[in-house]
Each structure stands twice: as structure tokens, then as C-alpha cells.
């Protein structure tokens, strides 16, 4: 942090240059908050840059633009109208048109939005800041009485958080400090240091700090679909962050299944939580490295994780990292009973998942992929041969910005499944997408999903070959 300072500083300056001489659109919160275009922090929305992952490291704080102060200067300098107002960003996602080709029809349908998200998100102090996700789903897939519907849905979103640095803490119990930018370090100017701890508690993403973010894709996840009360196909999402077992439920009571595609332990949409973080600057090698530690709820279980990332050389328009997870989770699904699949059993079983991940960015192109392994244990021995106890998912995902206002994506998903051997298929897909940037916070796009496998019958993974997008993603 401390060596990169100068080039933190570098773009800070040049940010803020750049916005006072282009006029700022209509720009969500942090952009308002420091007066800076979107592409500051993202290459296009929701990717973010290095300085937009370092922006998020630190607590959603740029160190030399912090305000000792806190929301109490700010209120004074904006006025509490304009505070309230940089606080709050809209976000509407989703679908305007969808046809789906499965074997024996083409389904095509005008569809209304998806998502509807306020954020409402700012640094209260230096070192604290908070970030809130209210979220509307007119189409929201849910468990009821023993079936799926779709239902209107309102309520907190994926994430709800607050951010805390607790560098001073560690000051105080006799570690050395530092200050910089109004940002507490611990460690010395030369020598070893670190920023953070920082703790990120709430409703949490983790992986926020992984080299393959779940939450940061240009390419966004397919409706699941329903149909009589059963899922009838599963959402094109990246196979490596999936449940990927075939059989298993969330919980014993309810019976819901857990279904295969649902993005689960560290890779969670979100899901309550504390994460501890710090990035370390001369430690045991040369490059800058992330350390996460944490502990995660999930269904009636819970989860401890640990992940580690190295970024190396930084230069210009080029960044790349590394990172490798090891996440034990405790009791978090049901196997399903022996003698009847289609219900729970009375056994909770444990899961660990490992895997690693590496993105690279070079002017236009950013590449990042995972590879995740998952693994249960304690399932009933009634089960025998009849469930495969590991699984594997590899996700790879190109972006290439060919123009200002147009940015080309394309992701490729393989799910070598795991679980009740007489259910489990293995899925590969294939997505493009072209996303038009009609002003930096309006876009459309269209996408096009190909199912590489043969289409099998009845099976919510492989019952489609084709599916095509037509939507919109637009950020106030
Ligand atoms: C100072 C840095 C900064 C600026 C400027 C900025 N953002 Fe962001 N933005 C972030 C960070 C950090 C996140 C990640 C939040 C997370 O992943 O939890 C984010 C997330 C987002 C997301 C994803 C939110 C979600 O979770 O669904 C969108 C969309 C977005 N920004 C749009 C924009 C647009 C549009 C602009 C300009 C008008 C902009 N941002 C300007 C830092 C910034």
C-alpha cells in the first residue's frame, strides 16, 4: 500500500483533474461522494480497476481524500440535503426480451426487470463506512409450502455491511502506527506494514476480495425457471462458485432443495457474516498480498474460511493477482434420506471447498477465472455408492472493451456435478455477451447462452440449447 502510494496519489489527482473538467452525469454515490467519473474505479461497471479494488479494500476510503471529519464535515460543507443525496445510488438490471430453445419448443417472451437495487453507502469516519443493498424482485424465485413460486419480493439486498479498519486497535494493545491520508497503518515507512485489519461485518460477500469476485460480472445470471412448483431449468451462473451436488436440501423442516446452481459458502451472493482482511506490503515476498480470514452462516450450518492473494507487478494498464481459498463449512446441507431421495435424511453433512483463482488485466482485456473443488462429508452410510461425494466447477471470463462504449464478454462454464449419481449431469456453457454503453451508467446488452452438451430431458441443467437476452443496466 504504502510503496503504491505514490500512484494512488497519482490517480487520485488525475481523477479528480479529470472530473472537474468533464461534467459529471448522472453518477451513483461514491462517484458523487468524490466527485469522480465511473471509470476512475471500473473499467465498465461492476468490474472494478486497481484503484477501484484498493478503494474497496480500504473500507470504500481514498486515503488522501478522506475527511478527517467524518459525515459530520461533510454535512457541514454539502449541506445535509446533498449528503443524504451522495449516499444513495439506484440500480434497475435485467431482461427486456428472452427466447429460450429447448428440445421441443422455442419460448419467446417480453419480460420485466429483474432487479431493482438502492444502495445507500458512504465512510461515516476514516476509518469506518457502511453499505446497504435494499433490493426489489418483481420475479423473485421462492420456497413455498413445498413448492417454487415466483413472487414479488422487497426487502435488504445481497449485502448490508459495515466496514471498520481496525488498524488503531492494534496501536493501542502496542503495535506501531502510522498515519496516512487520515488512514491509520500499522507497521513501519521502509520495513513491514499493513492496512487493516479491516473488519467487514453484516450481510457479506467475501469473495469481494477474491481475483474472481461472484458479484463483479459484466455477464449476469439467467432466471431460474419454474414451472408447476419445480424448478424447470437452473440459471446460466459460473459453475466454479456452485452448490454443484445433485440431492442436497437447505434444511430438514421445509425440505428445500439446495439447488445445484445456487452460488454458495465463501462465493455467496451474501450471506450474514464477519471477514477480517489486511493487505501487507514487505512481508516474506515482494509483492503486496491480501490475507482473509472468516466465518460465514449458511442455511443451519456454518462456514470458516481463509483466502490469500498476491498482486503482482502493477504497472500502467496492467494488474495481476492470484488468489487460493480453503472454506470448511460445518453441518451447512442435508443429504437427502436413502430410501427416499426426495426428502431430507436426518444427517447434516460438512462440505470443504478449495480452489483457486487469477485474474489479468492488460488496456482493454481483462481475463479472470476460477477453479473450485468441493468435497462432503458425514453423508448416511445408506447412501453408499449411490452419491458422489466430490465435485468440481471451472469458470473462465474474458472482457474486452473494443470501444469506449462497447464492451464485449464472453464466459465459458464446466460443472463436472456431484451427487445423487441417478439425477447428476455434468453442464458446460457457453455465453457472449455485447453490452452498448449508451452513457457511462446506461447500457443494453444481448447475450446468447449455448448449452455445449446434448440437451437431456427433465434435468433443470441440460434441458435447453439456446437461450438469448435482450436487457438493460442502468445506474443512478
Ligand atoms: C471511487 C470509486 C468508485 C467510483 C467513482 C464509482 N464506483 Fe461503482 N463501485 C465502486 C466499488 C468499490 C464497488 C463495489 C461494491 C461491492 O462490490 O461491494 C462499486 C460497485 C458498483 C456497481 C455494482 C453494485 C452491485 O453490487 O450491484 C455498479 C453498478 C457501479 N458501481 C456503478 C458505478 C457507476 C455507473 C459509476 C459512475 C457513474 C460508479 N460506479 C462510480 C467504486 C466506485
Redesign the pocket.
Known amino acids: 500500500m504504502l510503496r503504491r502510494s505514490p500512484v494512488l496519489l497519482a490517480l487520485v489527482t488525475a481523477?479528480i483533474g479529470f472530473a472537474y473538467v468533464q461534467s459529471v452525469?448522472?453518477?451513483?454515490?461514491?462517484?458523487r461522494?468524490?466527485d469522480?467519473?465511473?471509470?476512475?474505479?471500473?473499467t465498465r461497471?461492476?468490474r472494478?480497476n486497481s484503484?477501484?479494488?484498493q478503494?474497496?479494500m480500504m473500507g470504500?476510503q481514498?486515503p488522501s481524500a478522506a475527511r478527517p471529519g467524518g459525515l459530520g464535515e461533510s454535512i457541514k460543507d454539502k449541506g445535509l440535503a446533498q449528503t443524504i443525496l451522495d449516499t444513495l445510488?439506484f440500480?434497475m438490471?435485467g431482461g427486456i426480451f428472452e427466447s429460450t430453445k429447448s428440445p421441443h419448443d422455442t419460448e419467446s417472451r417480453f419480460v420485466p426487470p429483474e432487479e431493482f437495487?438502492l444502495?445507500v453507502?458512504r465512510p461515516l469516519l476514516p476509518d469506518l463506512s457502511f453499505?446497504v443493498?435494499i433490493e426489489a424482485e418483481p420475479n423473485a424465485v421462492v420456497f413455498e409450502d413445498g413448492r417454487f413460486v415466483t413472487k414479488g419480493e422487497v426487502g435488504l439486498g445481497?449485502?448490508a455491511f459495515f466496514m471498520a479498519n481496525l488498524g488503531q486497535v492494534l496501536g493501542l494493545i502496542g503495535a506501531p502506527t502510522m498515519q496516512m491520508g487520515n488512514q491509520t497503518m500499522v507497521g513501519r515507512h521502509g520495513g513491514f506494514n499493513m492496512h487493516g485489519p479491516m473488519l467487514m461485518a453484516g450481510k457479506i460477500?467475501p469473495s469481494?476480495n477474491f481475483s474472481y469476485?461472484t458479484?463483479?460480472q459484466l455477464i449476469a445470471a439467467t432466471e431460474t425457471e419454474v414451472k408447476a412448483g419445480e424448478v424447470e431449468r437452473f440459471p446460466v451462473v459460473p459453475y466454479a462458485f456452485t452448490s454443484k451436488f445433485f440431492g442436497l436440501f437447505k434444511d430438514r423442516d421445509e425440505a428445500e432443495p439446495q439447488l445445484v446452481t445456487d452460488q454458495v459458502m465463501y462465493n455467496t451472493p451474501g450471506a450474514p457474516g464477519a471477514d477480517f482482511h489486511a493487505m501487507l506490503n514487505n512481508f516474506l515476498i515482494d509483492h503486496p498480498q491480501v490475507i482473509q480470514l472468516g466465518f460465514l452462516r449458511e442455511n443451519e450450518g456454518w462456514n470458516a474460511y481463509a483466502a490469500w492473494r498476491v498482486d503482482f507487478g502493477e504497472r500502467d494498464q496492467s494488474a495481476f493477482s492470484v488468489s487460493a481459498l480453503i472454506n470448511w463449512g460445518f453441518g451447512v446441507a442435508w443429504a437427502p434420506d436413502p430410501t427416499d431421495h426426495d426428502r431430507p435424511s436426518d444427517r447434516r453433512i460438512d462440505r470443504l471447498r478449495y480452489g483457486v483463482a487469477a485474474n489479468a488485466r492488460w488496456k482493454g482485456l481483462d481475463v479472470y477465472g476460477a477453479l473450485i473443488r468441493d468435497q462432503v462429508f458425514d453423508l448416511p452410510s445408506g447412501l453408499g455408492g449411490e452419491f458422489d461425494r466430490t465435485a468440481t466447477g471451472l469458470t473462465l471470463a474474458l472482457d474486452y472493451l473494443a470501444h469506449e462504449q462497447v464492451m464485449l464478454s464472453t464466459r465459458f462454464d464446466q460443472l463436472w456435478a456431484g451427487g445423487l449419481r441417478d439425477e447428476k449431469q455434468d453442464g458446460s456453457v457457453f455465453s457472449l455477451q455485447v453490452k452498448y454503453f449508451l452513457w457511462?451508467?446506461i447500457a443494453f446488452f444481448a447475450r446468447d447462452s449455448v448449452n455445449l452438451r446434448s440437451t437431456v430431458e427433465h434435468n433443470p441443467l441440460r434441458e435447453w440449447r439456446n437461450q438469448v437476452v435482450l436487457g438493460i443496466?442502468w445506474?443512478f
Do not use: S
Open positions: 481523477g452525469e448522472a453518477v451513483p454515490a461514491f462517484a461522494q468524490y469522480l467519473q465511473c471509470n476512475v474505479c471500473h461497471p461492476p472494478l484503484f477501484g479494488e478503494f474497496h470504500f481514498i445510488a440500480r438490471e437495487t444502495f453507502t453499505f443493498e445481497k449485502e460477500d469481494t469476485p458479484n463483479r457511462q451508467n443496466d445506474d
